[in-house]
């Protein structure tokens, strides 16, 4: 009976140690303004520096930051529980320029963070942990600015010189990983074993 408790438990503790599955860039693309460039998704390697004339480029650009994760509290109209994923969306040009373009992922969007506060306060929590995020006084979008999003899809219009524009959009995280599935089967198939497994007995003999 300890061993199938023991067993249960692990199988417990495997599911809730997973995490929700990635919610990803699929694509991106320019489709207007006068920069040049074209969309760039970027895997930030260990010592990546973003923001603040980092980049000097005419490309509209995007990373994944952190997947699966919980929200204790509310943000941007996202309820505390949620689980989220985050995404570094920016233009950086060198010279002042426009940019008008998209980019889709393969989860729903929630929320777009905009504003240097917001992105400021949420580096932390929502960051690429190999990315060091320049945080200048003009960091988000400034008025002549716009992003919107629908379904899996954000939508930029941007107009940027010095320090360049970013925004954190946020989606929802709600599929477990092949892990999380892996782990989940591995625990309750111990847990079976256990239980088919019978206890073995004893046979007591009295001689007279």
């Known amino acids: 009976m300890k061993k199938l408790t023991k067993l249960a438990l692990l199988g417990a503790a495997a599911t809730l140690g997973a995490t929700s599955a990635n919610a990803a860039i699929v694509m991106g693309d ?6 040049g460039g074209v969309f760039v998704q970027e895997t930030p390697l260990p010592g990546f520096t973003v923001g603040n004339n980092q980049q000097q480029s005419p490309n509209l650009f995007a990373f994944d930051e952190v997947q699966g994760f919980q929200l204790t509290a509310d943000l941007a109209g996202i309820a505390a529980g949620t689980f989220v994923n985050s995404h570094y969306v920016y233009f950086d040009p060198q010279n002042s320029t426009t ?7 393969d989860g729903n969007v929630l929320a777009i963070l905009t504003a240097t506060g917001q992105m400021s ?3 932390a929590l929502l960051g690429n942990s190999n990315v060091t995020y320049q945080n200048p006084g003009l960091r988000g979008l400034e008025s002549n600015d716009s992003a919107s999003f629908a379904g899996n899809q954000v939508f930029v219009d941007l107009r940027a010189s010095t320090p360049g524009d970013y925004i954190r959009v946020i989606t929802l995280s709600a599929v477990p990983e092949p892990g999380t599935w892996a782990m989940m089967l591995l625990g309750f198939f111990g847990l079976g074993a256990a239980m088919r497994r019978k206890p073995a007995t004893s046979t007591r003999v009295r001689f007279a």
Do not use: P
Not at 30 to 35: D, P, R
Not at 99 to 105: D, I
């Open 30 to 35: 320019v489709t207007g303004g006068n920069s």
């Open 99 to 105: 940019m008008e373009g998209n980019v889709t992922f």
């Open 121 to 123: 306060a949420t580096d």
